[in-house]
T-cell receptor, first 115, second 114 residues
């Protein structure tokens, strides 16, 4: 069955420290890959996406993610976290075939930033 | 102005009541989606529509119905609300561009069923 796993439910980092949020997926083929962020009381904002090409993708707000086919992973990184990055982060995958447009979401990782 | 809007933003209703959540978009996208978000479960797809005449069930459509009134409007109805439908509901639109499909989300409707 297709699935997305975000192993860390909650992560706390100090402001200025580096960040890595993990995402692993189970899929029949290489899917489309996305990271979204949900700030408190807000909707989901697209941070970045991978369709094809360079496996290291750059997004908004200084985030990047790397697709590793051999590990079925798409981890999100940021070199220096800001207090405003505190939010919930969702990894999602979408099918390349079937034209369904459906996304499968991970459970989410809540990021807390310590001053 | 926001590209994807949802009304109401918050709603409290009672068990057995019929309610409608509305979604409008100005992005000109044909495809629209309804999801619900529950703590620890991420987002799950309820219904999706590829155009006005094409509506499809998602993974958790039981207890819900939808109406695509126009390209820009996609409504979700709970015919007889029950407490386990208490959740945060998101509408999304999508575009196919750059070799893939990207979804854009509204601000969400927080629903409490008593």
């Amino acid at each position: 069955a297709q699935s997305v796993t975000q192993p860390d439910i909650h992560i706390t980092v100090s402001e200025g420290a580096s960040l890595e949020l993990r995402c692993n997926y189970s899929y029949g083929a290489t899917p489309y890959l996305f990271w979204y962020v949900q700030s408190p009381g807000q909707g989901l904002q697209l941070l970045l996406k991978y369709f094809s090409g360079d496996t290291l993708v750059q997004g908004i707000k200084g985030f990047e993610a790397e697709f590793k086919r051999s590990q079925s992973s798409f981890n999100l990184r940021k070199p220096s976290v800001h207090w405003s990055d505190a939010a919930e982060y969702f990894c999602a995958v979408g099918a390349r075939s079937g034209n369904t447009g459906k996304l499968i979401f991970g459970q989410g990782t809540t990021l807390q930033v310590k001053p | 102005d926001a590209d994807v809007t949802q009304t109401p933003r918050n709603r409290i209703t009672k068990t057995g009541k019929r309610i409608m959540l509305e979604c409008s978009q100005t992005k000109g996208h044909d495809r629209m989606y309804w999801y619900r978000q529950d703590p620890g479960l991420g987002l799950r797809l309820i219904y999706y529509s590829f155009d006005v005449k094409d509506i499809n069930k998602g993974e958790i459509s039981d207890g819900y119905s939808v109406s695509r009134q126009a390209q820009a409007k996609f409504s979700l109805s709970l015919e007889s609300a029950i407490p386990n439908q208490t959740a945060l509901y998101f509408c999304a639109t999508s575009e196919i561009q750059g070799g893939g499909e990207t979804q854009y989300f509204g601000p969400g409707t927080r629903l409490l069923v008593l």
